[in-house]
């Protein structure tokens, strides 16, 4: 049986995680988010650890020698050549991590990777997936998500939104959109029709 690997996006606060989450409980698909792979990947001893602290200095590091996250992301917020440098030595990282678990996914016989990642479409994700999922919820529906469940101020979600792609893009180049703005059984019925294919 081959392994079928699915990539799933979508904007900041569209409920990504709710269909990740349906597609491990219902088809024990193999989730892999790129966020996550991005906090393993930056572990003391890691290759990606050593280049970070190389270019940033001993500043980003916690008291236990972890890189302090929310320092190393205040210094490259503001910053758009240091955030293509700390972008240089994470995304490269990441990327490989996740083909390494495709590659372990299709050496057990797994039936379905899902891949997900924010900057899917910018950092060419679609390449190694066999479709594309968009999860589309309205701006109005995401920005009231957001303040909940991140408690992010509205200057903060507008910022986030204009770095994002639009609606368009994400249209033209995934092959499946999954509404999201219903209720979660209407998400649900959409995701099984698309798996029953």
Known sequence: ????????????????STVLAWLKEKYQARVIEADQVGH?????GTE????ILEEFGPSVLLEDGRIDRACLGAIVFSDKEKLQKLNKIIHPAVKQEILARIALAKQKGEAYVVVEA???????????????WYIYTNEENRRTRLR???GYSE?????IFANQKQHKEFLSRC???IDNNGTADETYRQIDRRMSK
Do not use: H
């Open 48 to 51: 990606a650890y050593q280049r």
């Open 175 to 177: 092959a499946y959109m």
């Open 40 to 44: 393993e990947v930056m572990k003391p």
């Open 1 to 16: 049986m081959s392994t079928k690997i699915i990539g799933v996006t979508g904007g900041v606060g569209a409920g990504k």
């Open 155 to 159: 200057e903060r979600i507008t910022q």
């Open 148 to 150: 909940a469940s991140r």
């Open 118 to 132: 924010a900057l899917f479409l910018e950092e060419k994700y679609d390449a190694f997936c066999e479709e594309t």
